[in-house]
């Protein structure tokens, strides 16, 4: 089914659900309208039982949460849907209580974009250990300096009994990130 | 107490010529590496990739067996050798260090791949270490991207060699104090602490990638997002088929 004959089909069924053509793909305007819209996917006439992926992605101005959906009985797909979020407040109602394989997926987007999934079962990090601060993937991310060592690092290697040189320390006091202003 | 070098100074013509006749001299330095040189069981583990070349080293085409190393031992505390064979993530790190505590002197460490050396390909990565030779240290450093199982012979055959030239008396582990034991690593906020130990690795002192590091991606008028609401960029035009080329003498 093309895209324009999918999107009419469901503007039809859900009214009052607002939809956007993207490129191949559907926006869901509102995120709070996206269990409705997966719900009515799953169980009508479309059978669209499988959820392949759920993935972030950064595009500056806002967060994007992008579900790629297949029907495993009828054989069609590949159907996309889109959700915008702010930078800010990222929260994405959850899909785990219809499409089962959402969780750790949206585990994976939590973790590497910091999009909030509500009502998600158990939201932790994934990949990243408990501690980590931050959002990796996401654009403003700044990587730590791993060739440098900071006072943090020195406490620990003077707890460990590691010899630091005089050099080493003295490199430890002058800040590492160079901030740049934004919009130069 | 200075010790005498055990050295042997029999000539090698004539050890040769008394083997013929079922005479063998050695020393005891040379029977005891020939014997640990020849039996280095190394550890069962792999990362990423590199390990899928290390199998194929171990299978009958290759077969490290061949250099007696083919007793891929499931625990730390019965093998010698340590191939660090793939990518060493921030989250794999303090397992690998604890892993290379835990095994008996003498104990080796091979490298095997660009990853495990310094990162590889994916150095860049929030989550990858730069080289495991931050934490512990490595006897054999082997390249490649994954290297080669013949690479990884050679990489052998290199520790053999090491092996051979070690004694007993300046043996380190026949030594007081010795210390192989390192501290493991923390996981922190933004990756490990310490980001390497300083006791057995420091960084280059000119490094062209240092202004790279610690650098945000800068959120405005320069970076720009792709805007997917517009429509995709035209497909680029093919080009005009070529005039028709001259006729060539055949068909004239």
Request: proline share 8%.
């Amino acid at each position: 089914m093309k895209i324009e004959e999918f999107k009419t089909l469901l503007e039809l069924k859900l009214p009052g659900i607002a939809f956007k053509q993207v490129r191949d793909s559907l926006l869901v305007e509102n995120p709070s309208d996206l269990p409705k819209v997966a719900f009515f996917l799953k169980n009508s006439d479309l059978e669209i039982d499988y959820l392949s992926s759920v993935t972030g992605s950064d595009y500056l101005d806002y967060l994007e949460s992008v579900y790629h959906l297949y029907s495993t009985t009828k054989k069609t797909g590949l159907i996309t849907l889109r959700v915008r979020v702010k930078r800010d407040a990222p929260n994405v109602p959850s899909l785990v209580p219809i499409y089962r394989s959402a969780e750790f997926q949206e585990r994976e987007a939590y973790d590497m974009y910091g999009i909030i999934y509500e009502g998600h079962p158990d939201l932790r990090r994934l990949f990243m250990w408990e501690g980590f601060e931050g959002f990796p993937m996401r654009k403003d991310y700044i990587q730590e300096d791993s060739e440098w060592l900071e006072p943090e690092d020195l406490e620990w290697l003077e707890k460990h009994q590691v010899p630091v040189t005089e050099e080493m320390k003295e490199r430890a006091k002058t800040p590492r990130i160079i901030k740049k202003d934004a919009g130069e | 107490m200075a010790l005498a070098q055990n050295i042997s100074t029999v000539d090698d013509g004539l050890k040769s010529e008394l083997g013929k006749k079922g005479i063998v001299v050695t020393t005891l330095n040379e029977l005891y590496n020939w014997g640990r040189r020849s039996s280095i069981w190394p550890m069962q583990f792999g990362l990423a990739c590199c390990a899928i070349e290390m199998i194929a080293t171990a299978c009958a085409r290759y077969d490290i067996a061949r250099f007696g190393a083919e007793l891929f031992r499931a625990s730390p505390r019965q093998s010698d050798l340590m191939i660090v064979a793939g990518t060493v993530t921030k989250k794999m790190a303090p397992n690998v260090v604890r892993l290379y505590n835990q095994m008996a002197e003498p104990k080796y460490v091979i490298t095997m791949g660009a990853c495990a050396i310094a990162g590889g390909p994916f150095i860049d990565g929030v989550n990858v270490l730069r080289g495991i030779d931050r934490y512990i240290p490595v006897d054999v450093h082997l390249p490649g991207c994954p290297p080669r199982p013949e690479a990884l012979l050679y990489g052998l055959m290199e520790l053999q060699k090491k092996i051979d030239g070690q004694t007993i008396e300046t043996t380190e582990w026949y030594q007081k104090g010795l210390k192989r034991e390192f501290p493991i690593p923390e996981y922190g906020p933004k990756g490990l602490i310490p980001k390497f130990n300083p006791e057995i690795w420091n960084p280059r002192e000119e490094d062209h990638r240092r202004e790279r590091y610690g650098q945000p991606i800068l959120i405005g008028k320069k970076t720009k997002a792709p805007n997917l609401d517009a429509p995709p960029a035209a497909p680029r035009p093919v080009p005009a088929p070529a005039a028709t080329a001259p006729t060539s003498p055949a068909a004239s």
